[in-house]
């Protein structure tokens, strides 16, 4: 019989002997003391990076009358976003969560407001490109530094893998709610709602996460970190390769928010685009919790493969889809299949990447969700104004493919080096890699 292993309590800082090869739950993980003070505040406050793109789309596409210029003002916001979002986490790395939140609530909130009263107010087209800019570069990365504050509770406890799951389910929760809370909102509300909305959840949330001192990691341990690990994740090849992945994912969920919104309006039911986005959003969501709490023998590069070989194929659809019945259909098949690419993805950071670039990793991965739903926002409102409507569906389509394909020719990048040695400008770092 296999010996019991001896697990060190995070919480109570005690021995104790459990059964070995069981990965704990997500109700003990959220048992861990302390964990919901920064919980809490941080869902609230990272509901707007879900909820940026399609307000912009739906309250400039009502005051424009155009998609494709909504697209661009989103896809403006969805580039900067994307552009500083790495950079965010390094700053916060380097002086602490707090001194780069706090600035960065007050001026996202100012700049989304601007651009709101802008776009209500018929300005110049280009001023909203103008209040766009920072609207995206200073969207707070609540997300990493979640991640991050786990890492400090449960360092060296084997709560850390349910962690990391429990985090990619709630990153594709926010991914979900956002834009179908947004939509709601946009269209039951008003145009300008979705906007507002986000804005009083960034400066409310923001500012009670950033309260929280006593869980965010302390400069101290992150300079630790940086002297023995200071190369960019950039360098390692596996991230890179994941960036393309991502980037088709938000394809398809720029190019979801716009097409479903004109091809609804279309066919005169523009409620009916809630009720859509709801059922793809059923389907992540429900994949997304079974697949965090499965404790996988697969190995994850392979996940990855078999996993967005399935999107890009239900992805590819969509543009073919005639009736409201059948669009819904394929959406839900779609939502099912992001959810195990999404948190496959962040799972092989943990791998990969040394512990001292992970929150600079998994900005790039988040930020190029970001660009990817911002380039599909703008090719699909394009595509909608110019061709038929569903036109837009191209995009997923397009997005998916071709990111499986590069993923495809370079799926040896993604194999954890052997050992648990991760390699960057030439140094070897030991880290700790859990077994799936």
């Known amino acids: 019989m296999p010996e019991k292993a001896t697990v060190t309590d995070p919480v109570n800082k005690t021995a104790k002997t459990d059964k070995p090869a069981q990965r704990p739950g997500y109700g003990q993980l959220l048992r861990t003391r302390g964990a919901w003070t920064f919980l809490l505040p941080g869902f609230a406050a990272r509901q707007p990076f879900a909820m940026l793109t399609i307000s912009i789309v739906l309250l400039v596409q009502h005051t424009s009358g155009s998609y494709g210029t909504a697209g661009a003002v989103s896809a403006a916001t969805g580039v900067s976003m994307a552009l500083f979002a790495p950079y965010s986490g390094k700053l916060a790395d380097r002086f602490g969560q707090r001194a780069v939140l706090l600035p960065g609530v007050l001026v996202h909130t100012a700049s989304g407001l601007t651009l709101t009263v802008l776009a209500l107010s018929g300005a110049p087209t280009w001023t909203l490109f103008l209040a766009a800019v920072p609207t995206g570069a200073s969207t707070p990365q609540v997300g990493p530094m979640v991640r991050a504050r786990w890492g400090v509770k449960l360092q060296g406890s084997p709560l850390m893998q349910t962690a990391a799951a429990f985090e990619s389910v709630t990153d594709e929760f926010t991914f979900v709610l956002g834009p179908l809370f947004a939509t709601a909102l946009c269209t039951g509300v008003h145009p300008a709602a979705g906007l507002f909305t986000e804005a009083a959840l960034t400066l409310v949330g923001g500012l009670l996460f950033a309260a929280q001192k006593s869980t965010q990691p ?87 493969l078999v996993g967005y070989t399935a999107l890009a194929l239900t992805a590819s659809g969509l543009w073919a889809a005639q009736s409201v019945l059948l669009l819904a259909g394929l959406g839900l098949l779609v939502g099912v299949c992001i959810a195990p690419a999404l948190i496959t993805g962040y799972t092989l950071v943990e791998k990969i990447v040394p512990a001292g670039a992970r929150t600079e990793a998994f900005t790039w991965l988040t930020g190029a969700v970001a660009l990817g739903q911002a380039a599909a926002v703008t090719v699909a409102g394009q595509l909608e104004d110019r061709f038929w409507d569903g036109a837009g569906f191209l995009v997923p389509m397009g997005g998916t493919v071709l990111a499986l394909g590069i993923i495809y020719l370079l799926r040896s990048r993604l194999v954890p080096p052997s050992g648990g040695r991760t390699v960057a400008r030439g140094v070897g770092h030991r880290v700790p890699v859990a077994v799936d």
Do not use: D
Request: net charge positive.
């Open 218 to 304: 302390s400069v101290a341990e992150i300079a630790g970190h940086a002297r023995v690990e200071h190369a960019s994740a950039l360098r390692v090849p596996g991230v890179r390769v994941l960036i393309v992945a991502f980037l088709g994912i938000g394809s398809v969920f720029g190019g979801m928010q716009v097409s479903l919104a004109a091809y609804t309006e279309a066919i005169g039911e523009p409620g009916l685009n809630g009720v859509l986005y709801g059922t793809f959003a059923a389907g992540n969501m429900l994949s997304g919790i079974v697949c965090g709490a499965i404790a996988w023998k697969i190995a994850p590069q392979r996940r990855l």
